[in-house]
Structures are given as structure tokens and as C-alpha cells.
């Protein structure tokens, strides 16, 4: 069983930058590929990022590309989303989730423990 709390969404203005972070508990973090998934209102799920177990391998929406940045610490049991440049069109509430197995995938009903999520809005 894994717990994820998300932290550090707030109200920014276009441009700014924020970083959320996600707090796992567990012995087995490091054995899990995380990802970052966001709702915006009236929208479905989207893909935003995934990170492997190791944290060698990384993958990103193209919307994303070059603006956000996914890492981790096993050592702390977090995994980080680093969001530059952000645009009004980022404004959702995103949720971290946990896949227990080697790849690191973007169908959000592959991964298997989901956070509560943290409010993202910015305004332009």
C-alpha cells in the first residue's frame, strides 16, 4: 500500500514557476514509476509526466516539453514537478500517482495508488 500527498499548488501569474512535490509513503517507493496527471474544469484526465523507478527515463506531454521538469528522491520518497513558464491553459488540479512495474506509462489506468491533488491556477 502506498499514500500520496501532494503539496505546493497555488495561485501564480503567467511566467511564474512552482514546484509540487509529492510525499509517498512506504518502504517501496523506490520500486514504483510515478507520474503526474492534471484535470483541468469539464475536462478529463491528461498525462503530464512520468519518471521511472531509477529516475533515468523520463516522459512528458508535448504540451509540457521543455517548461516542466519530473524527478525524484528515493531517499526522501518524493517525486517533484518543476513547472516554468507556466500559461493559463496549465490551470488544473494535478495529481501524482504510483505504477508498480518497470515501465513508466501514460494511461492513467495503468497506475495504481492516486494522491487527493493540488489546485494549480494561473491567471494571465
Known amino acids: 500500500q502506498v499514500q500520496l500527498v501532494e503539496s505546493g499548488g497555488g495561485l501564480v501569474q503567467a511566467g511564474d514557476s512552482l514546484r509540487l512535490s509529492c510525499a509517498a509513503s512506504?518502504?517501496?517507493?523506490?520500486?514504483?514509476?510515478m507520474g503526474w496527471f492534471r484535470q483541468a474544469p469539464g475536462k478529463e484526465h491528461e498525462f503530464v509526466a512520468s519518471?521511472?523507478?531509477?529516475?533515468?527515463?523520463?516522459n512528458y506531454v508535448d504540451s509540457v516539453k521543455g517548461r516542466f521538469t519530473i524527478s525524484r528522491d528515493n531517499a526522501k520518497n518524493t517525486v517533484y514537478l518543476q513547472m516554468n513558464a507556466l500559461k493559463p491553459e496549465d490551470t488544473a488540479v494535478y495529481y501524482c500517482a504510483a505504477y508498480n512495474g518497470r515501465r513508466w506509462p501514460q494511461n492513467e489506468y495503468e497506475y495504481d495508488y492516486w494522491g487527493q491533488g493540488t489546485q494549480v491556477t494561473v491567471s494571465s
Open positions: 512506504g518502504r517501496t517507493f523506490s520500486s514504483y514509476a
Open positions: 519518471i521511472s523507478w531509477s529516475g533515468l527515463t523520463t
